[in-house]
């Protein structure tokens, strides 16, 4: 019998087009694949499973695309969104009962699910993160290239919700919208919270709503990071802060607290010697910048301000380009960091 969601996913594309003609049942064979609108069994063309192919890997059977909306994943996604189902155990259930096979047999990797979590707290988080899917070719990628980052390298922190759940208060209706869930972690890695940032469903930008950016879990002294931290580190508020002046400097790790007073609170690797400041141009941001150099001194680290032209790096990388963003960083680094992660190879690359 099946031990993890990976061989359940394995049973399910050795009768791809079963589960195609139950769940998609909108859609219709066509050659090596099965075509549809998209994962919810919308009537259509634009999405296409492959029926055929080997176990895993690229050209599996059992993936699919939608080249409408980038979407992608495997038959357990075409379960939980042509369902409607949030709960990870529903959706093993789902395709337990598909499978014939007894819904009683362990679990590992859905047994955090059986148990009710408090909202908002890290276990909340974790389960959040664990239920979506890295970003590549999502609409979190198109989100992201339309404010000027095209650089998404070691971004495993990052992944995509296509149906996010977003309430304006206690008394408002649930909507679902596609986000961006940002995993929090603590120095040892371990996620302690998750943000969100709900998009439009065409990742032009935000999604119109009142407060499209939230948090839950454990955020103080925490951050979203971008490499691994060695013995120099950048650290700034905000994501796409952070992935805009990883545009210049690939090479650096990076850490994003989300807000200035959690930058003020942010926990230092132990192995950490000279830190940069990446300031955001507001008095909330110069105060973060003044209390995290105070810290840093006190620890013996070299703290550094990086400092934009405008409001914060992800302006100045649209406003002017990730060639013209680096030239302005590389003057505010120390000599040795400017030889150390702006190579020739960098230079001229936006």
Known sequence: MPRDASELARRLARDAEAVCRHYLSKGRRQGRYWMVGDVRNTPGRSMFVRLSGPDSGPGAAGHWTDAASAEHGDLLDVIRESCGLVEFREVIDEARRFLSLPRTEPFPTAKSVLTPVPAGSPEAARRLFAMSRPIRRTLVETYLFNRGIKALHHADALRFH???????????????????????????????????????????????????????????????????????????????????????LPAMPMAAALSASHLAAFQFPSTLRRLYMVRDADVAGDTAVAVLTERAEAAGIEALVLSPRLGDLNEDLQAFGPDAVRAAVRTQLAPEDAVRFISRKTVGTG
């Open 162 to 248: 296509p149906r996010c759940y977003y309430r304006e208060n206690d008394g408002s209706p649930t909507e679902t919208w596609p986000a961006m869930i940002a995993a929090v972690t603590d120095l040892s890695g371990a996620i302690t919270g998750a943000h969100r940032t709900w998009l439009a469903p065409d990742g032009s930008g935000k999604a119109p709503i009142d407060t499209p950016r939230r948090a839950l879990g454990g955020l103080l002294g925490h951050a979203v990071r971008f490499g691994v931290a060695g013995d120099v580190l950048a650290a700034g508020e905000g994501i796409e802060t952070m992935l805009s002046l990883r545009c210049a």
